[in-house]
């Protein structure tokens, strides 16, 4: 299986630059952190226009023009081993017979609210 994976952090060790720099030549583009994490390479998708707003904070601090290809290359995933397959493969959610709640049946139990500041509140009051 193919995937991408982000080379930012190579880029920048390349060009003798840090997520320091970059983030602060991207600054009110994009944000510190998304600047850290991409060069970390610790994403799972990536915004085109924040991709695109990296290339052009890289472009201002290089003098050099900068494409996704720069950024970004396509890496093969290992298969599966056995034992993943197997993994994969079984089926997990067995059906359940119901519970037995005795001569009392299932208690009816009290309301639940979400109250935000407070959280989960249990009961009227």
């Given at each position: ?30 944000s ?22 990296v ?14 290809g ?5 890496v ?50």
């Amino acid at each position: 299986m193919r995937a991408v994976e982000l080379t930012l952090g190579r880029y920048l060790k390349a060009h003798g630059l840090t997520a320091y720099r970059l983030a602060e030549a991207a600054r009110g583009r994009v944000s510190r952190g998304t600047v850290y994490a991409l060069a970390r390479g610790s994403v799972a998708r990536v915004d085109l226009g924040t991709l695109g707003a990296v290339m052009t904070a890289l472009e201002e601090l290089t003098g050099e023009p900068v494409s996704p290809g720069d950024l970004l290359t396509a890496v093969t995933l290992p298969e599966p081993d056995a034992e993943a397959r197997e993994w994969e493969a079984a089926d997990l959610s067995p059906t359940l017979a119901p519970y037995d709640w005795g001569a009392a049946g299932e208690p009816e139990g009290e309301p639940v609210r979400y109250v935000p500041g407070a959280g989960f509140l249990v009961g009227d009051a």
